[in-house]
């Protein structure tokens, strides 16, 4: 079975950084997509960015210029660096992984952007 586990969330001021990560587990773990979906308080889940195995982006117009997606296929890691961050960022980040039929989903890392 697939594991996404996300690691790298907490508190920041406005303007701040922040980088997550999701190390990746399983058998033959081969995605067509991986990313990063967040879920703000209240909100539904929405995209954030994804990468492809070919490494084509793609970002949400609300975090593209600040926020930075990329993938270490070798190693089964994904991460998502975060810059200039806005207290609307504040949200529970997922990170996810698309296989042929089959989505899977990490637990969730905290982000908290807040003076």
């Known amino acids: 079975q697939v594991q996404l586990v996300e690691s790298g969330g907490g508190l920041v001021q406005p303007g701040g950084s922040l980088r997550l990560s999701c190390a990746a587990s399983?058998?033959?773990?081969?995605?067509?997509?991986m990313g990063w979906y967040r879920q703000a308080p209240g909100k539904q889940r929405e995209f954030v960015a994804t990468?492809?195995?070919?490494?084509?982006?793609n970002y949400a117009d609300s975090v593209k210029g600040r926020f930075t997606i990329s993938r270490d296929n070798a190693a089964n890691m994904v991460y998502l660096q975060m810059n200039s961050l806005k207290p609307e960022d504040t949200a529970v980040y997922y990170c996810?992984?698309?296989?042929?039929?089959?989505?899977?989903w990490g637990q969730g890392a905290q982000v908290t952007v807040s003076s």
């Open positions: 996810n992984a698309h296989i042929t039929g089959t989505n899977y």
């Open positions: 990468i492809t195995s070919g490494r084509r982006i």
């Open positions: 399983g058998s033959n773990f081969s995605p067509d997509f």
